[in-house]
């Protein structure tokens, strides 16, 4: 899951931001139709609160793609397909736009199939997991994502020292009569771009949340950037990290080696592998049951007044929240979102919205 | 997953076990076609080393059996069936026999599917999960299980502490050319199972793994009997358990939302959800890519030496070695097992083995 970063206090049209965003990619080589869905991605970062994966990663792919590790036009290769399946190889096409054409198939092979799967090697950044999932949840289907990089190595295994696998999210959209609940989270205690603003910051972190070069527990994040780097502590750590790495190992079998773009041929970082696989309940035991055994379990959640008065969370709740507040009020970048696309406004004559 | 209990010293031998277990449940009514996969299971339980869920079990099951909480004989009702997918209610036939019965059909559809999933309502306890994922990764197939029991809730949600799910654990066998990877574990820090016995013993645990029932931390296992009860943290503890639970949200959704079994009803102790998906490689970028991939992946972990000279492992490779040594030298069963059956075999006039 993308770090959640303080939004500036300015407010900036939704529209603005999207039509800015897809100016400058498609000043930078990429065909409309492909820079549509990137700019929507983009934006749906920030309106769910995950600002490191909202516009503030646009001045990262305007480089890339000016770098030429994102191409702009192109199509995706077919490797495998059936009525309920597709495995394809997006040759480092946008990722946001691969996501949408297998989007597209989905919502088409659902509808006589009880269970779709695409796999995806290749593609590039695709962004935040969670919104990805809302296309389904939203016609009350269960979605299944995982997504990973098969170019960066931060995560060992359980009692070992050596990075072999990254922070390996695995994101899920289950839908209820009301809001989805939107799980979307790393395998690992936290994502690589938290250590990184810590480091980038020379701060300290919360907790003993890495492990250094030798495999002994340490909050300083400047270890990551050490040779030999240290590593990030899969999720339960000390005593349980050895789940954690299993969910990780569960992210990688399904997002590299079933698309079969993984680690064996060394990969540089800007590549990703994606599983997506869709759900419809109503040919399981059918939507009135399923409907009704998650309002029943989502009311015994909020049933609960919560230890200190705070109430209880669900997943993809707050992120939910914080879409519908800006998309009413605005929305509030990264801080350092604007100043990050400056230079590219300059370069390619696309000036930056203003403030509301 | 089922806690690891040490083994007697005592050797008995597979068959014999296997014999014994079929033979009492046939006595007390289970059909000998049902029989036969619950006590290969069962066996499984300590080949594997989770002897938690071996033939430690098997009192319980005779137990169930005798108070009619599971059937002896009867058919799987077929809520819906595809080429790819069925949804079965099981009403308390043997979750053991019931999962043959899924895994035939999954390996038939497999020929011709490129993903075959089954979701089973209401069978009875299906026990170790490692177990029911060998049969996939021994032809090279990717298999994802979840199983859980909805008249169970010891598990509240990230900032609470009224249970509302329980321990939700999720596996998957992964195929590589030699030994599988077979993920299986709870998605809270441990088992209900590990705490009962803390409890039966009266001790403390080694961590404070459990919430009382305001929500405090806390090592004393007393807290799961109180009244309020306490709850298992999940996975993650206080700075991540919101991840752990997300992940037992996935389980919930899975085993027990999907095949229409749930918590609504306020269902006994006696059944349980499933959500079985198999996932064939060679229809997504190939068995070759596949491998290769998972190779590399696992011999990159193998390649560290470990902190401390410990070596690191993989999921499953503990319980493949448990098996593979115990299959040579004879089974070391729970200390608690002979003594738990000696009741059942007066009763039933089936002598239990003698130690080799």
Redesign the interface.
Known sequence: MASRAPGTSERYDAEELRAYARRTLERVGIDAELASPMADRLLDGDLLGHRSHGLWFLSTYLRRISDGHIRGSGEIEV??A?A??A?W?AHRLPGAWVMDEATRLILKQITS???V?V?I?DCSHIGCLQSFLLPFTDRGL?A?LTATNPGVASV???????P??TTNP?A?G?PTRSEP?L?D?CTS??SNALFESYAERGERL??QWLLDA??RPTDDPQVLRQDPPGTIQS??QA??G??????G??S???S?????????DNPDRHGQGVFL?V?D?G????TD??F??????VG??R??????G??????GERALRSRAEQLADGIALHPDTPGRLRPWSDELGVPFPRPR
């Open positions: 490797v495998h059936s309920a399946s495995s190889r199939e009880p269970v799967t796999t090697a269960l299944i060992a295994a359980p009692g070992g020292s050596r072999v696998i695995i899920m289950i609940i799980v989270q205690v936290a919360p907790g030798t495999g999720l339960g005593d349980f050895y789940k954690g790495f299993g969910f190992l569960m990688e079998a399904l590299l080696a079933l698309p079969g773009y993984g680690r064996r696989q759900i309940p040919r399981f035991a059918g049951d399923y009704d055994e998650l309002d029943h379990l015994s959640i049933a609960d007044p919560g230890v200190g705070e109430g209880v969370r669900l997943p």
